[in-house]
């Protein structure tokens, strides 16, 4: 039986093609160069919903996701997680922390996955259904166990 690490990183090299990356460690965060790159990987009109996962990138585990949400229009919600990123209160206090440094400049290389519903194929865990809400519980779920000290995410984690 597969480990939930093992789970999760399958199911996200199964969709590398679906995710792009942020500008590398150490460079300003520019919000229009993401959101230009949201842009041109989500083709518009072809999907209802999408499934997004923003991971980091560590020296020893490699892609490590720390945010998993849902999105009928990943552009707009991006746009409002920038804003919340770059202002850093509330919820964001802890994606700043994270993410950015003093100076505003990512700490790691910085990326997302954005999965839509006419391309979601298979769930994490096997056997399990595999819409977009059921996804999203699962990775949540599969993250919380295999990172619990960087999962953003608050809803349906463990306390």
Same mark, same amino acid.
């Given at each position: 039986?597969? +480990? ?17 990356? /942020? +500008? ?22 072809? /999907? ?48 700043? +922390? ?62």
């Amino acid at each position: 039986m597969s +480990t939930k690490k093992g789970l999760l990183k399958e199911w996200l090299v199964n969709h590398q093609q679906y995710s792009l990356s /942020f +500008t590398p460690g150490n460079e300003n965060l520019d919000q229009a160069i993401i959101l230009k790159q949201i842009d041109q990987l989500v083709v518009k009109g072809s /999907f209802k919903e999408t499934i997004y996962i923003l991971y980091i990138v560590s020296k020893i585990e490699g892609i490590v996701p720390v945010y998993v949400g849902r999105s009928n229009n990943p552009l707009n919600r991006w746009k409002a997680h920038l804003k919340g990123l770059v202002r850093g209160q509330g919820s964001y206090k802890e994606w700043r +922390t994270l993410l950015l440094d003093d100076a505003g400049k990512f700490k790691y290389k910085v990326g997302l996955f954005i999965v839509t519903d006419s391309v979601l194929s298979q769930p994490p865990i096997p056997g399990f259904p595999c819409t977009i809400g059921s996804v999203e519980y699962q990775l949540v779920s599969l993250i919380s166990d295999a990172y619990p000290n960087t999962l953003l995410n608050h809803e349906g984690n463990r306390r």
